[in-house]
């Protein structure tokens, strides 16, 4: 098992987002918010943005649709150059079909749980989804606090990954930071989604190094990691 980390863009500066993006060499993915102001009360870019931006960088694009229809616009974030696309399972109306439809496009297909979704009705739906997103703030804004009540959720999630012998990822977003990322990586997840720890610091690139290296030291002493 691997950590990755994946920069969000929701806390860079929108009028340079190519510069931002290559602010972050070094980064695995770049973590691109889509918000359309239904699903989640923000307003941020959408598929001719991401399509740019994947012209922009070499790093591939790790789509998170806050968005509602998901189902009717994921495979045009594909199209768009996007190597992982996140739909939300409260928005989706046939997330298997549309899991099915993103890989058949050629990307990585992955499912986002709001805090209060939990993860044991869609544990069937596992081994169609290469990465699970578990939310560690309520979908919407960059900035905020890490809920440390979601750390017994990303444990289970990690647990029935492991039950089912799956390779899937496991992504923690919102809040994390050099102050949280241990616990993060200690309850099983291996991708982290870091904006403002990112983008708010001095050295973005090195922000991403730093957070890297205390997820990989914290991965290395678990427990759940022996095996993987
Ligand atoms: O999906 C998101 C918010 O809905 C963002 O990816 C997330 O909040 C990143 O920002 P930060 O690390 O500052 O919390
Ligand atoms: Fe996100």
Known sequence: ????????????????????????????WLHVDVMDNHFVPNLTLGVPVVESLSRATDTPL??????EQPDRWAPAYVEAGAGSVTFHAEAAAAPVRLAREIRAKGARASMALKPATPIEPYEDL??????LLVMTVEPGFGGQAFLDIMLPKIRRTREL???????????VDGGVSADTIERCAEAGADVFVAGSAVYGADDPAAAVRALRRQAEETTAKAGWARGH
């Open 1 to 28: 098992m691997a950590v990755q980390i994946s920069p969000s863009i929701l806390s860079a500066d929108f009028s340079r987002l190519a510069e931002e993006a290559k602010a972050v060499q070094g980064a695995d």
């Open 126 to 131: 596992l081994p169609e989804l290469d990465m």
């Open 62 to 67: 790790d789509c998170h649709l806050m968005i």
């Open 161 to 171: 990954i492991s039950r089912h012998g799956l390779e899937m990822w496991l992504q």
